[in-house]
């Protein structure tokens, strides 16, 4: 018989599990996206204690997206991730990837996750990652707003850090998607206590949103020199179209490229 663990007890997490499934989640996103980039100037450093990532959720892709970024940081951190329960129950393997199961949208489920992640929290290597927008919405979307369960976390933890993660995955030149992100600055929780819950609340809504817009301004340029490519993925448009390309590039003795560049032109009147 398996025993259902303690509420307040850490998640499983198997590093080397963990390990081999992110080099296969950089495949996938490699065979799905013509890149994963980190905007330059929201690369995150590493705090110095327990941390959560809260990212806005603009897709199925998050988790894969989230999972590839814990490579920014070191090998010393473990990684954890709530999940619906039923989820859990049907893919229990996911355990072994630091995710927990929460019985969404009940009290019950509310308490069980504080006292999950607050035992995650304890720890000094402990990584928590979170969707507090709680469903799909478009990175567009202003304004920011997060479930109640962020706020009433912060508000009882104490040493803690925090940081904003934006993703988009938005088409540039290619006949696949970018896979973007940013993150904000760490915010240093001493002593949670010291504002309402609410107040958390609206303070990470108005980070996340910042970090968002600064993306947004950062994937319309569509210039890559601001962005660190973290994972090439595959390029070009296919078909008869990279077919014409090929040959041009033969007869002209050119190494082909299948990148898809579009040349970007100034609107100016003629001299």
Request: charged letters at 25%; proline letters at 9%; glycine letters at 8%.
């Given at each position: 018989?398996?025993?259902?663990?303690?509420?307040?007890?850490?998640?499983?997490?198997?590093?080397?599990?963990?390990?081999?499934?992110?080099?296969?989640?950089?495949?996938?996103?490699?065979?799905?996206?013509?890149?994963?980039?980190?905007?330059?100037?929201?690369?995150?450093?590493?705090?110095?204690?327990?941390?959560?990532?809260?990212?806005?959720?603009?897709?199925?892709?998050?988790?894969?997206?989230?999972?590839?970024?814990?490579?920014?940081?070191?090998?010393?951190?473990?990684?954890?991730?709530?999940?619906?329960?039923?989820?859990?129950?049907?893919?229990?393997?996911?355990?072994?990837?630091?995710?927990?199961?929460?019985?969404?949208?009940?009290p019950r489920g509310g308490i069980a996750f504080m006292r999950r992640a607050s035992a995650i929290l304890a720890r000094t290597e402990s990584m928590l990652?979170?969707?507090?927008?709680?469903?799909f919405v478009d990175p567009r979307d202003r304004p920011v707003r997060f479930k109640e369960g962020l706020g009433r976390l912060l508000h009882r933890e104490?040493?803690?850090?925090?940081?904003?993660?934006?993703?988009?995955?938005?088409?540039?030149?290619?006949?696949?998607?970018?896979?973007?992100?940013?993150?904000?600055?760490?915010?240093?929780?001493?002593?949670?206590?010291?504002?309402?819950?609410?107040?958390?609340?609206?303070?990470?809504?108005?980070?996340?949103?910042?970090?968002?817009?600064?993306?947004?301004?950062?994937?319309?340029?569509?210039?890559?020199?601001?962005?660190?490519?973290?994972?090439?993925?595959?390029?070009?448009?296919?078909?008869?179209?990279?077919?014409?390309?090929?040959?041009?590039?033969?007869?002209?003795?050119?190494?082909?490229?299948?990148?898809?560049?579009?040349?970007?032109?100034?609107?100016?009147?003629?001299?």
């Amino acid at each position: 018989m398996t025993r259902k663990p303690a509420a307040d007890a850490v998640p499983r997490s198997t590093p080397w599990f963990f390990r081999g499934f992110r080099k296969y989640a950089r495949r996938f996103v490699g065979r799905n996206f013509h890149a994963l980039r980190i905007d330059r100037d929201g690369r995150p450093t590493n705090p110095p204690g327990p941390a959560i990532v809260a990212l806005n959720h603009a897709s199925w892709w998050d988790p894969m997206t989230a999972l590839l970024a814990t490579e920014l940081f070191p090998p010393s951190r473990i990684h954890f991730a709530p999940i619906d329960e039923l989820g859990l129950k049907q893919y229990p393997i996911l355990e072994r990837l630091g995710f927990f199961g929460v019985q969404l949208e009940t009290p019950r489920g509310g308490i069980a996750f504080m006292r999950r992640a607050s035992a995650i929290l304890a720890r000094t290597e402990s990584m928590l990652w979170i969707t507090p927008q709680g469903q799909f919405v478009d990175p567009r979307d202003r304004p920011v707003r997060f479930k109640e369960g962020l706020g009433r976390l912060l508000h009882r933890e104490r040493g803690i850090f925090i940081a904003p993660m934006a993703v988009e995955y938005p088409f540039w030149n290619d006949r696949r998607p970018e896979a973007l992100v940013r993150f904000g600055p760490w915010i240093a929780i001493g002593d949670g206590a010291s504002q309402p819950a609410d107040a958390w609340t609206r303070q990470m809504e108005a980070a996340l949103e910042d970090c968002q817009d600064r993306l947004m301004e950062s994937s319309r340029s569509r210039d890559v020199d601001r962005f660190e490519t973290f994972v090439r993925g595959s390029a070009g448009v296919g078909g008869i179209y990279d077919i014409g390309r090929r040959l041009r590039s033969m007869f002209r003795g050119e190494t082909f490229s299948p990148e898809h560049q579009v040349h970007q032109h100034q609107d100016s009147p003629p001299s």
